[in-house]
Nanobody, 112 residues
Framework: QVQLVETGGGLVEAGGSLRLSCAVS????????GSWYRQAPGQQRELVAQ???????DYGDSVKGRFTISKDDSKSAIDLQMNNLKPEDTAVYYC??????WGQGTQVTVSS
């Protein structure tokens, strides 16, 4: 059974940094690709960043230049380094891997 567990969320002041990690278990091979999404209260879930099998990455416009997604096969994890955080980054952050596997989410709150 594939399971995803996110850690690293918390409360941080604007301009600060957090690193989220998504530990994946139950896969029969290394993580091929993965994504981070977020959902703020009253908002739809939106794509924050994704990493492809070949290592290419894509980011949402609002986080480009501030967030970095990476994949660590030795830990079977997908990480999201978030720098220069803004209050509008406040949301529950979810990890996703194909096909159809979601984590439970971790809360990120950025105070102004």
């Amino acid at each position: 059974q594939v399971q995803l567990v996110e850690t690293g969320g918390g409360l941080v002041e604007a301009g600060g940094s957090l690193r989220l990690s998504c530990a994946v278990s139950g896969l029969l091979s290394n993580i091929r690709a993965g994504s981070w999404y977020r959902q703020a209260p009253g908002q739809q879930r939106e794509l924050v960043a994704q990493i492809y099998r070949d290592g290419r990455t894509d980011y949402g416009d609002s986080v480009k230049g501030r967030f970095t997604i990476s994949k660590d096969d030795s830990k079977s994890a997908i990480d999201l380094q978030m720098n220069n955080l803004k209050p509008e980054d406040t949301a529950v952050y979810y990890c996703y891997i194909p096909s159809g596997y979601w984590g439970q989410g971790t809360q990120v709150t950025v105070s102004s």
